[in-house]
């Protein structure tokens, strides 16, 4: 498994050709060295080779994936500071594709020339959607800033029944009005998802493409696991890195009193925006400096026309296009892609993985609901497991392309097989802690005449609760859950030292809904972690066979079309697995979580904000079953995609597999027509 890290000598250009297929050189420093405008130092070529280009392009990705990432795990934690439902939560999601897909079929055919500059432009991009959600915690108010907050009630014991006219005082801890008055800035972080499809298209499209000009076959396949362990890194470092900053308050200075484990706290979310901006923003200088070719390109180049895989002719047209060339080339291309029946049943796959993996976004809330976890430790939990499988899956995939040089229709097969065995591994979160019984959800409350279970019965009517913060208490004499110490109709409690009132509360009593009459503060049940353990052992698993077929995937898509067509290529499946895939997506799995609702959030002015209990039977069992139905239908297209892709002949084989030497580069037989 080796780079090719040889220096490239300063007399190296970049490759022309001839029409007689001829690799020759051109003295032209401004494609060949790196450097940008008439700047072009000696010192720079040191960096001037492949693998310096990759681990930097990763670098770029990986905070990339970690400001759309942190999305996942800030969710909970942005509905409650900006009162935003999941349908709001979808649209910040969603903008990121409504953009990228009319992206990514405009600058498609553009990104075949000029692919570092293209890179570059969009990383750029990407810096300010990273930048605009971040300046919403400028504008934004927080739970310091409420005057009643934090006051004592009655015997400092709060959130109990109230039948008296007058009250015990404030509402517990804040009322909430502050997240109201936050909503409207639920717009700048719309902004910064559009601007973040825009500017991630570009990468997307040309990077892979930039990358096959300067590795083999044999070598892109080890590239693209590194690539891809790089930038997949960035969704587990994303949810370790939210996790961690939601332990730190939002003004990074709690007020007294404050800390995680009360309901109305709001960590510093704003961190996971503010810290890809800075990294990407140096890392776009680095990589623009990389010139339009790199000196391997000229040995790539020789391998791919004994190959068969493109002519001189083609590679110096596709080098050589202006604008007006490719503006004029749009319909011809179009055509060529429209007609490729294995592109597309690759591409319609992808969209269903895409949508399938647009649940990954709501995955943290889904651990801390189903195994009763904290936000933040849910996000040490799936980061630190998850970078296992990508990075175990990843480096078998590339290994398994090393070993030899398959042709690519193989690869597709190896793929669609990844695919499948690893679907039945989703089901992985059927291991979860049993469901807990809510009062007034699940069951009826005790001596109650209601025929079906109700939130506000005879004995908490009166009561004036609210459902702006959860305040869970257990009655253990049945292990029922109820979400308040008001809704159990409590009316008096224990501190537990009755000369702190800071000291906590020890338990609640004379409480009219419960059957034990006292209820202690926190929900019923336990944390079952060794089924939390099974749950990660089975989606490790999954991940990493699913992940071991990346490699082959994304070789799959520079062979499929000719030369020429691969950005475009590329820009269709962006295309596809947008509109098909991630653009629905949120939308999809926004429905079904919200639909397993079973209370919402009630701000004082009426209005409904987000879920707090959820009907965890109901969520799972479409949560987890549409996930595999779509990875069953993927896998479909993808052996479909193996059986139309063109049955290679038997000199095509030999000009992939038929290879000698100790270097692994050069052609058993050299003498084949290019």
Same mark, same amino acid.
């Given at each position: 498994?080796?780079?090719?890290? $040889?220096?490239?000598?300063?007399?190296?250009?970049?490759?022309?050709?001839?029409?007689?297929?001829?690799? =020759? =050189?051109?003295?032209?420093?401004?494609?060949?060295?790196?450097?940008?405008?008439?700047?072009?130092?000696?010192?720079?070529?040191?960096?001037?080779?492949?693998?310096?280009?990759?681990?930097?392009?990763?670098?770029?990705?990986?905070?990339?994936?970690?400001?759309?990432?942190?999305?996942?795990?800030?969710?909970t934690?942005?509905?409650?500071?900006?009162?935003?439902?999941?349908?709001?939560?979808?649209?910040?999601?969603?903008?990121? $594709?409504?953009?990228?897909?009319?992206?990514?079929?405009?600058?498609?055919?553009?990104?075949? *020339?000029?692919?570092?500059?293209?890179?570059?432009?969009?990383?750029?991009a990407?810096?300010?959607?990273?930048?605009?959600?971040?300046?919403?915690?400028?504008?934004? =108010?927080?739970?310091?800033?409420?005057?009643?907050?934090?006051v004592?009630?009655? =015997?400092?014991?709060?959130?109990?029944?109230?039948?008296?006219?007058?009250?015990?005082?404030?509402?517990?801890?804040?009322?909430?009005?502050?997240?109201?008055?936050?909503?409207?800035?639920?717009?700048?972080?719309?902004?910064? !998802?559009?601007?973040?499809?825009?500017?991630g298209?570009?990468?997307?499209?040309?990077?892979?493409?930039?990358?096959?000009?300067?590795?083999?076959?044999?070598?892109? +396949?080890?590239?693209? #696991?590194?690539?891809?362990?790089?930038?997949?890194?960035?969704?587990?470092?994303?949810?370790?890195?939210?996790?961690?900053?939601?332990?730190?308050?939002?003004?990074?200075?709690?007020?007294?009193?404050?800390?995680?484990?009360r309901?109305?706290?709001?960590?510093? /979310?704003?961190?996971?925006?503010?810290v890809?901006?800075v990294?990407?923003f140096?890392?776009?200088?680095?990589?623009?400096?990389?010139?339009?070719?790199?000196?391997?390109?000229?040995? %790539?180049?020789?391998?791919?026309?004994?190959?068969?895989?493109?002519?001189?002719?083609?590679?110096?047209?596709?080098?050589?296009? #202006?604008?007006l060339?490719?503006?004029? &080339?749009?319909?011809?291309?179009?055509?060529?892609?429209?007609?490729?029946?294995?592109?597309?049943?690759?591409?319609?796959?992808?969209?269903?993985?895409?949508?399938?993996?647009?649940?990954?976004?709501?995955?943290?809330?889904?651990?801390?609901i189903?195994?009763?976890l904290?936000?933040?430790?849910?996000?040490?939990?799936?980061?630190?497991?998850?970078?296992?499988?990508?990075?175990?899956?990843?480096?078998?995939?590339?290994?398994?392309?090393?070993?030899?040089?398959?042709?690519?229709?193989?690869?597709?097969?190896?793929?669609? %097989?990844?695919?499948?065995?690893?679907?039945?591994?989703?089901?992985?979160?059927?291991?979860?802690?049993?469901?807990?019984?809510?009062?007034?959800?699940?069951?009826?409350?005790?001596?109650?005449?209601? !025929?079906?279970?109700?939130?506000?019965?005879?004995?908490?009517?009166?009561?004036?609760?609210?459902?702006?913060?959860? *305040?869970?208490?257990?009655?253990?004499? &049945?292990?029922?859950?109820?979400?308040?110490?008001?809704?159990?109709?409590?009316?008096?409690g224990?501190?537990?030292?009755?000369?702190?009132? @800071?000291?906590?509360?020890?338990?609640?009593?004379?409480?009219?809904?419960?059957?034990? @009459?006292?209820?202690?503060?926190?929900?019923?049940? !336990?944390?079952?972690?060794?089924?939390?353990?099974?749950?990660?052992?089975?989606?490790?698993?999954?991940?990493?066979?699913?992940?071991?077929?990346?490699?082959?995937?994304?070789?799959?898509?520079?062979?499929?079309?000719?030369?020429?067509?691969?950005?475009?290529?590329?820009?269709?499946?962006?295309?596809?697995?947008?509109?098909?895939?991630?653009?629905?997506?949120p939308?999809?799995?926004?429905?079904?979580?919200?639909?397993?609702?079973?209370?919402?959030?009630?701000?004082?002015?009426?209005?409904?904000?987000?879920?707090w209990?959820?009907?965890?039977?109901?969520?799972?069992? /479409?949560?987890? /079953?549409?996930?595999?139905?779509?990875?069953?239908?993927?896998?479909?297209?993808?052996?479909?995609?193996?059986?139309?892709?063109?049955?290679?002949?038997?000199?095509?084989?030999?000009?992939?597999?038929?290879?000698?030497?100790?270097? +692994?580069y050069?052609?058993?037989?050299?003498?084949?027509?290019?």
């Open positions: 498994m080796e780079f090719n890290m $040889d220096q490239p000598e300063s007399s190296y250009h970049p490759l022309q050709t001839t029409d007689e297929g001829e690799v =020759e =050189e051109k003295d032209d420093r401004k494609t060949s060295q790196m450097g940008v405008f008439g700047w072009r130092p000696r010192f720079l070529e040191c960096l001037n080779q492949p693998v310096i280009f990759v681990v930097f392009f990763g670098i770029g990705n990986l905070f990339t994936v970690m400001s759309f990432g942190v999305l996942s795990v800030y969710l934690t942005l509905e409650k500071t900006f009162n935003l439902n999941s349908k709001e939560t979808g649209v910040i999601l969603l903008g990121n $594709d409504i953009s990228g897909l009319f992206a990514s079929l405009i600058l498609a055919n553009y990104c075949s *020339s000029k692919k570092i500059r293209w890179i570059a432009i969009g990383m750029f990407v810096v300010l959607s990273c930048l605009l959600p971040a300046m919403a915690t400028l504008f934004a =108010e927080y739970p310091e800033m409420n005057k009643d907050a934090f004592p009630s009655m =015997e400092g014991i709060r959130g109990l029944c109230d039948l008296s006219e007058k009250g015990f005082g404030p509402p517990p801890q804040t009322d909430g009005s502050y997240a109201v008055r936050n909503h409207g800035l639920f717009w700048l972080f719309v902004a910064g !998802s559009l601007v973040l499809g825009i500017g298209s570009p990468p997307g499209i040309a990077g892979p493409t930039y990358m096959d000009e300067m590795y083999t076959q044999k070598e892109f +396949g080890i590239a693209i #696991s590194l690539l891809y362990i790089i930038t997949f890194v960035g969704f587990p470092i994303s949810v370790l890195f939210a996790g961690a900053s939601l332990d730190m308050y939002v003004t990074l200075d709690p007020p007294e009193g404050m800390n995680p484990s309901p109305e706290w709001v960590g510093a /979310w704003w961190l996971g925006f503010l890809p901006a990294v990407i140096f890392v776009s200088f680095i990589v623009m400096l990389f010139p339009t070719q790199m000196p391997a390109a000229k040995r %790539v180049l020789s391998d791919k026309i004994k190959k068969g895989i493109t002519t001189a002719v083609e590679k110096k047209n596709e080098l050589h296009r #202006s604008i060339d490719i503006t004029r &080339d749009t319909i011809p291309v179009a055509k060529r892609i429209l007609k490729n029946k294995s592109l597309n049943c690759l591409v319609f796959g992808d969209a269903l993985v895409f949508l399938q993996i647009g649940s990954i976004s709501y995955l943290p809330k889904m651990y801390a189903a195994f009763r904290g936000f933040s430790e849910v996000g040490t939990v799936i980061g630190v497991t998850n970078v296992v499988a990508f990075v175990l899956g990843l480096v078998l995939g590339g290994a398994i392309m090393r070993i030899k040089d398959w042709h690519p229709k193989k690869l597709l097969l190896i793929y669609a %097989v990844a695919v499948l065995v690893s679907t039945p591994f989703t089901a992985s979160l059927f291991y979860r802690c049993d469901s807990n019984t809510v009062g007034g959800v699940d069951i009826i409350y005790p001596n109650s005449n209601a !025929s079906t279970p109700a939130f506000l019965d005879t004995c908490n009517e009166d009561c004036k609760c609210n459902t702006v913060f959860p *305040s869970f208490v257990c009655d253990t004499s &049945d292990q029922t859950t109820y979400f308040s110490q008001c809704h159990a109709g409590c009316l008096g224990e501190l537990n030292d009755p000369a702190d009132i @800071k000291s906590g509360v020890k338990e609640y009593s004379e409480c009219g809904c419960t059957a034990g @009459k006292t209820v202690v503060p926190g929900e019923c049940g !336990s944390r079952c972690q060794t089924r939390l353990y099974i749950s990660l052992t089975l989606s490790v698993i999954g991940t990493m066979i699913n992940f071991s077929g990346y490699a082959a995937h994304a070789t799959v898509y520079q062979r499929v079309v000719g030369e020429v067509d691969r950005t475009v290529a590329q820009g269709w499946r962006q295309f596809i697995t947008r509109v098909l895939g991630t653009l629905p997506a939308i999809l799995f926004g429905y079904i979580i919200d639909n397993a609702c079973t209370i919402w959030r009630t701000n004082f002015d009426g209005k409904q904000g987000n879920c209990v959820y009907d965890l039977d109901s969520l799972l069992v /479409w949560f987890v /079953w549409v996930q595999i139905i779509l990875r069953i239908g993927s896998s479909i297209l993808y052996f479909a995609g193996w059986y139309l892709y063109p049955e290679p002949t038997q000199e095509e084989l030999e000009r992939y597999e038929g290879r000698a030497g100790s270097n +692994g050069e052609m058993e037989r050299t003498d084949l027509k290019s």
